[in-house]
């Protein structure tokens, strides 16, 4: 039977100080134009963290209001705070940038990352108070160093600065003095991603109600790469964040594919479960340190606030079937090819109409679509526009190509099978999985029947090819009570059957005598 | 537009001489193509790629612009463009395009 969704978790860290100092648009510009107005005018642009956490689309993110509600705000979002939002959400939080440096301490194994004595004692109870934060992840802060070291390895030895409101408050110091895959800023970014995975597993095992020791298997979809000069991508970060989560039980590996990454693991994971491999996996995806500000001369250019300052998380724990989570169907599978194109109507053709058509279906027949779920406010100023509208444009036009749909009805298609975008242009982590704990909500409520979720990737990024990528898998309503209806009346059959043969036997034996 | 497109912009250009060369764009957005044809023709408005500083003045259009679309095999364009013909803000795109030309293409 087909694996369910046992629980998601979604977890944001608001960290302005990576923004400045770690993201890929300004460390680029620090390079080409390191007087640039951009650089001077970004820290006023910053925002503090009570307004990330008033923010809309983060509210949405972790789960405390829905994608309806946000519907109904009035656009753009980031002038319009939602007064009274809190730090946590039922599917995770948004944790402050001095306790994500600590939990980034927590996941670290090589020493590599060091934190000043002052900053370490003045939060490592905040970071301790955290409701999902056990003792023994607490434990793994250290006392601290002394701020004179830290700043000579920053000046002297290619430590990459830690920093908290303005200041230098410790750093990640290169774990290899001429291998540039272990230097202090992939460090750096491979700990930010580890530790915001650990973050988002420890709250999907809370939200699906399993024990850490029920996790098998864990698949991590990031888009970051860890290893050494003789192994650049080896891995595994699954593995290494499930350590830090105490998940003692579990193995993993990870899967890479761009921002379709999440959807191709997905996929696997229903496949491991349905097949038997594993009875509980856990799909997760950690923050990107170089995304974070990657629209910010746009933003700063027209006025806005920095609104790329967090690092996003998720993670879905798959299980066998339990005969009332939602499942994934298996055999609707859409998957772009090699032979498919990179033409948008041979990639939505072969996403969405394809795999629906091989199954007698039509794109209406689905209730809600998630293909990228990029927040609008941070892509409308870019000139990116808004990417999920666009997504459901671009459905509806084929569903009206293919006689599915009526052409007066192209204009309603969006608010009535889509979504308004709420997440975090954290790459692979908008990839059609942010809706994923809301499906699981409104499938379990009935109000809707099924969900698509469409993964794309820039497969063209990494100059190996050319080609593009996408894959989309169903979410549905559970399905094991018909099964076993099904599977009843052939049962009864059968042994209706059988007792047909016994006394026809038992005729063929007395004619006999 | 990315720095690596840039690059190769360039290098077309300098290979085949700015005249023979001809950006086709297939941007979804009026503002995105318009920044991506004052790439090619006045050079990188974000000052952060190769073609910073460069005015190239290049033939740049986009894929929905009747001048391209006169250009293709109907059944090929039907094949693949069509779909996002009804999508994009054509006019929009047209405006977008036709401005930057205007102003600086040098081989039109």
Request: with cysteine; aromatic share 6%; net charge negative.
């Amino acid at each position: 039977m087909n694996a369910v969704i046992k629980g998601a978790s979604y977890i944001l860290a608001h960290v302005p100080g990576m923004v400045i100092h770690n993201g890929s648009t300004q460390i680029t510009e620090r390079i080409v134009n390191p007087e640039s107005e951009y650089l001077k005018q970004l820290p006023e642009h910053l925002r503090t963290y009570q307004q990330a956490v008033e923010y809309w689309p983060n509210q949405v993110y972790i789960g405390n209001k829905t994608p309806e509600e946000l519907a109904g705000v009035e656009f753009p979002y980031y002038d319009k705070p939602l007064a009274g939002a809190g730090r946590y959400g039922k599917f995770g939080e948004i944790m402050p940038e001095a306790e994500f440096l600590l939990l980034m301490q927590c996941a670290d194994v090589f020493d590599v990352l060091l934190l000043e004595k002052g900053f370490v004692a003045a939060h490592r109870d905040e970071l301790a108070a955290d409701p999902v934060i056990t003792e023994d992840i607490a434990a793994r802060v250290k006392e601290g160093a002394e701020a004179a070291d830290i700043e000579r390895f920053v000046k002297e030895e290619h430590a990459e600065g830690l920093y908290a409101d303005g200041k230098l408050v410790g750093c990640v110091k290169r774990a290899h003095d001429i291998d540039v895959n272990l230097n202090a800023e992939v460090m750096h970014e491979n700990l930010v991603n580890k530790a915001s995975n650990t973050l988002a597993l420890l709250y999907a095992v809370r939200n699906a109600g399993i024990e850490k020791t029920d996790v098998e298997y864990v698949i991590d979809c990031s888009e970051e790469a860890c290893g050494d000069m003789n192994q650049r991508g080896g891995g595994n970060f699954a593995k290494a964040a499930a350590e830090i989560a105490g998940l003692m039980n579990a193995t993993g590996s990870d899967s890479r594919g761009f921002c379709a990454g999440p959807s191709h693991a997905m996929v696997e994971a229903a496949a491991l479960v349905k097949a038997g491999a594993y009875k509980t996996v856990a799909v997760t995806g950690g923050g990107c340190t170089a995304k974070l500000g990657m629209n910010g001369k746009d933003h700063v250019k027209k006025g806005l606030p920095a609104l790329e300052d967090c690092l996003g998380g998720f993670c879905v724990i798959l299980t066998a079937n339990d005969g009332v989570n939602p499942e994934v169907n298996l055999d609707i599978l859409g998957r772009h090819t090699v032979g498919t194109g990179s033409a948008p109507q041979n990639v939505i053709g072969s996403l969405v109409a394809d795999p629906l058509e091989r199954n007698g279906l039509k794109i209406t027949d689905i209730d809600k679509y998630s293909p990228e779920m990029q927040n609008p406010d941070i892509t409308k100023p870019a000139g990116a526009g808004d990417v999920p509208q666009s997504n459901y444009k671009m459905i509806a036009a084929l569903a009206v190509k293919r006689g599915e749909l009526e052409k007066k009805d192209l204009a309603t298609f969006a608010s009535k099978h889509g979504l308004v975008g709420f997440a975090p242009t954290q790459g692979h982590i908008p990839s059609g999985v942010p809706y994923i704990g809301f499906a699981r909500e409104d499938i379990l409520a009935g109000k809707i029947r099924n969900a698509m979720i469409i993964g794309k990737g820039s497969l063209f990024l990494g100059r190996m090819t050319n080609l593009f990528d996408g894959v989309s898998f169903v979410i549905q309503a559970n399905t094991a009570a018909e099964q076993s209806a099904q599977s009843g009346v052939s049962e009864s059959q059968v042994r209706g059957m059988i007792a047909d043969a016994m006394k026809e036997f038992a005729a063929v034996l007395m004619a006999k005598e | 537009m990315d720095l690596e497109n840039q690059r190769r912009v360039k290098e077309f250009a300098e290979k085949y001489g700015p005249e023979n060369v001809v950006v086709v764009l297939g941007a979804s957005e009026g503002e995105a193509a318009g920044l991506a044809a004052e790439t090619v023709t006045a050079g990188d408005p974000t000052f952060a790629g190769p073609l910073t500083g460069v005015q190239l003045g290049l033939t740049v259009y986009h894929v929905c612009e009747p001048e391209i679309k006169e250009e293709f095999d109907p059944d090929v364009y039907e094949d693949q463009i069509s779909m996002m013909e009804m999508v994009l803000d054509v006019d929009d795109i047209v405006n977008e395009m036709s401005a930057i030309r205007d102003e600086y293409c040098k081989y039109l």
